[in-house]
């Protein structure tokens, strides 16, 4: 079975709650319908649509969910993805990298020095050079990667990145491709 087939199933919120409450115990249609609040026509209704589909077993009364399907789904969707860009052509840099940005957000700034390095030298490249930004601007720019502008705007500086003068700040550091 594949993933959209079962994202598709559980899109129905009949269905997604037979699901759950056979992933927390339930085996037969009376206890899903007591688990989830559906009627006991509701249930059955899912569950024959479950069932069809090979999600669940049924057995008169008795409902059993085939988790293995989850994890057969998952295991073919992850085969068939693209395959991930590096954001960094440095393979350990790009495992930080990986380990602190989700979707183009910095999640959490590292404690660690020499990973917060990493991660600042990847955030410096929204700067150009040579430009002059009011701290406004680079609060902006910073605010897409990091809710946390103020700290991050301090390492940048802290760590020669960025360099500030008089509420004005411009790039002073970090690779520069020609």
């Given at each position: ?78 085969a ?42 990847h955030?410096?490249?929204?700067f ?51």
């Amino acid at each position: 079975m594949e993933a959209g087939t079962i994202v598709g199933l559980l899109a129905d919120p009949a269905r997604l709650k037979v699901v759950a409450a056979l992933a927390l115990g339930a085996g037969t249609i009376e206890d899903v319908a007591g688990v989830s609040g559906l009627s006991l026509k509701d249930v059955a209704l899912a569950a024959r649509r479950l069932a069809r589909a090979g999600l669940v077993h049924r057995d008169g009364h008795a409902l059993a969910l085939h988790t293995e399907q989850f994890g057969a789904a998952a295991r073919a969707a992850a085969a068939t993805a693209p395959p991930v860009e590096p954001l960094s052509a440095d393979p350990e840099q790009d495992a930080v990298l990986r380990a602190f940005l989700r979707d183009g957000r910095l999640v959490s700034v590292p404690t660690q020095r020499s990973k917060r390095l990493v991660v600042l030298e990847h955030l410096v490249h929204v700067f150009e050079v040579g430009v002059r930004y009011p701290e406004r601007e680079v609060n902006a720019l910073l605010a897409a990667w990091h809710p946390d502008v103020a700290a991050l705007r301090r390492y940048l500086v802290d760590e020669g990145l960025l360099t500030r003068e008089s509420g004005v700040y411009w790039r002073s550091g970090g690779y520069v491709e020609v």
